[in-house]
């Protein structure tokens, strides 16, 4: 069966929820997140859903450089929100906050998510140095812990990771060391967290090792017999996640909990923000489940930088196709008739690509708190599209300021409606290009029947098919332009014919040359790494079919 077919059964099979409200009895229409926007006055801020850094002023400098002006870094260890500084607020004070954390470590799911505008705080997080894991035997305690309590469980249940390396010059593989634990007992976390008795002289093998444990005092010693001769600590850190089902942990960050008898977690703003699924490469399924939850699960990431881009390595050999597999699912979300926003994020890599480009009135006239709620609002509406953007290098290959930012931007996107308010088209126009190294343009229209339309240049108009014609009125319509180069592969001519040819992975790595490694590394993967890419892409939210 061909995708196109896969996509429509998966619409005619799956529930749909979608927003709007419901149309007259056999008419098709449509509405767009786009539709309040005042495209002549409105502004549009970078913003991040799922970055992290941004603990110092030094690194958020390096941010503010870029070009972003709304920060909402998501760390994790502990996933709490990332304040800034005082001194930074007042140098910067075009930069509006907005809490965020990356939730995980959930009883029955692997999935990451992020909570935009949320103030839930979890886990712990404590590294042991390097100095101190050098000399045997290293005798630490980890301070500050919660002790196991049967109504709140999940907070006296920690997670001790040991990296034991054998050196070369040991010939002896079964050299091993001892760990004695006190303050906590091992216990199994599948299990309801079941006191598996205390730790005492446990020999660790010169490999990976994860203990959970349940906690009995508010601090945790650990002491660690090794021979330094013959084994390396390379890690050892103290750590904890949520430990609760992702359906609690969701409510949390939404709505709030109360803790200790006070009220912590929940969105600052109930209108704004929401929850994005980071690097999806789950099934399909598990992703409708959660968009169905609560409405404001807002979607799934498209453009992960450190998953390889539009797609993790492990679904494709990246040397003869790159991946596309989050791509590819968000159309196949949407062809089920949900609401589902396609987010674009760096991840950990603050040199790479992936922006969120949100829409909003003019903010200088208000107050910060106004200034959060419009930027978290937009979020919500889907008034933002993504960036995958080139990336600036100079001669020799170095990637340098302002790396990824970009003006490329749509400067507008609108739904023209015949005389008695029925969308009948979808017209777009883009600006913003570098009109010295990416003077050409390609606009896409995509709906659950693939690409539909593709018009070579700044603007474009797509005809949505009536109810009366041969073909269905599609369920979602989204826009992608391209501003590329004349040239690409360090000459060689780049036509219309060429990119209509190829998918927005194969697109993203287009490059005249490669990059040098180095503090501005700005990808894992050397796919992703070497090759400077040389074309700004922008995705629109989608367009949906109200039934």
């Known amino acids: ?20 409200k419901t149309g007259e009895a056999g008419v098709v229409d449509y509405e767009s997140p786009y539709e309040e926007i005042d495209w002549d006055t409105w502004e549009t801020v970078d913003s991040m859903s799922h970055q992290h850094q941004g603990t110092t002023d030094k690194s958020r400098e390096i941010f503010h450089a870029m070009g972003y002006r709304h920060f909402a870094f998501s760390n994790y260890y502990p996933s709490a929100p990332t304040l800034l500084s005082d001194s930074f607020r007042e140098t910067h004070a075009d930069v509006t906050w907005a809490p965020n954390a990356e939730q995980h470590s959930f009883l029955d799911s692997s999935l990451h998510f992020n909570s935009l505008g949320s103030r839930l705080e979890t886990g712990f997080g404590k590294y042991v140095s390097s100095a101190e894991r050098k000399t045997a035997p290293i005798n630490h305690r980890f301070e ?47 299990e309801d967290f079941a006191d598996k008795g205390p730790v005492n002289n446990r020999s660790i093998a010169a490999e990976n090792h994860t203990i959970y444990l349940r906690t009995q005092s508010d601090s945790i ?21 949520s430990n609760r089902p992702w359906r609690d942990v969701f409510l949390a960050a939404l709505d709030g909990e109360t803790r200790e008898g006070e009220s912590v977690g929940g969105l600052i703003d109930p209108e704004g923000g929401g929850i994005t699924l980071n690097h999806p490469g789950g099934k399909m ?11 404001r699960v807002l ?10 881009g539009f797609g993790s390595n492990g679904k494709s050999n990246p040397l003869t196709k790159p991946p596309s597999h989050f791509y590819q699912l968000w159309d196949e979300v949407l062809s089920t008739g949900r609401r589902c926003w396609g987010f674009f994020v760096k991840d950990h890599n603050t040199y790479g690509r992936g922006r969120n480009i949100l829409m909003a009135p003019p903010l200088a006239s208000k107050s910060s708190e106004e200034r959060e709620s419009t930027l978290l609002r937009a979020y919500r509406k889907g008034a933002f599209f993504g960036a995958v953007s080139s ?25 023209r ?82 990119m209509s040819k190829l998918d927005v992975a194969e697109i993203s790595q287009i490059r005249d040359k490669y990059a040098k490694k180095g503090a501005t590394s700005f990808g894992s993967s050397a796919q992703l790494r070497t090759p400077i890419p040389i074309v700004d892409q922008i995705f629109s939210q989608p367009i949906l079919r109200k039934t």
Not at 2 to 17: G, V, Y
Request: negative net charge.
């Open 1 to 20: 069966m061909k995708r196109r077919q896969l996509l429509l059964s998966a619409a005619t099979a799956a529930p749909c929820l979608v927003i709007g």
């Open 144 to 190: 500050g812990i919660r002790i196991f309590d049967k109504v709140r469980p999940w907070e006296g249940v920690y997670r001790l990771d040991i990296k034991l390396k054998r050196l070369a010059n040991s010939s002896d593989e079964t050299e091993a060391a001892t760990l004695i634990i006190d303050g906590a007992h091992a216990c199994d976390r599948k």
């Open 221 to 241: 010693e650990i002491q660690l017999n090794f021979d330094s001769e013959k084994l390396e600590v390379t890690q050892l850190r103290l750590m904890q996640g």
């Open 285 to 295: 399924d598990t992703y409708l489940e959660m968009l169905d939850f609560d409405s």
């Open 299 to 308: 979607g799934l990431e498209v453009w992960n930088q450190l998953t390889s």
């Open 391 to 415: 990336i600036a290098s100079d001669e020799e290959g170095n990637v340098v300021a302002p790396f990824d930012q970009s003006n490329f931007r749509f400067r507008h996107i609108r739904l």
């Open 417 to 498: 409606r015949d005389g008695s308010g029925k969308a009948v088209a979808v017209e777009v126009a883009v600006a913003g290009n570098d009109e010295k190294l990416r003077p050409n343009i390609q606009i896409r229209f995509v709906t659950d029947q693939g690409i539909v339309s593709i018009v070579n240049g700044s603007e474009g108009e797509f005809t949505i098919p009536s109810e009366k014609e041969d073909s269905s009125p599609p369920r979602f319509i989204r826009v992608e332009a391209f501003a590329y180069p004349k040239t690409h592969n360090q000459g060689e001519l780049l036509h219309h014919e060429t």
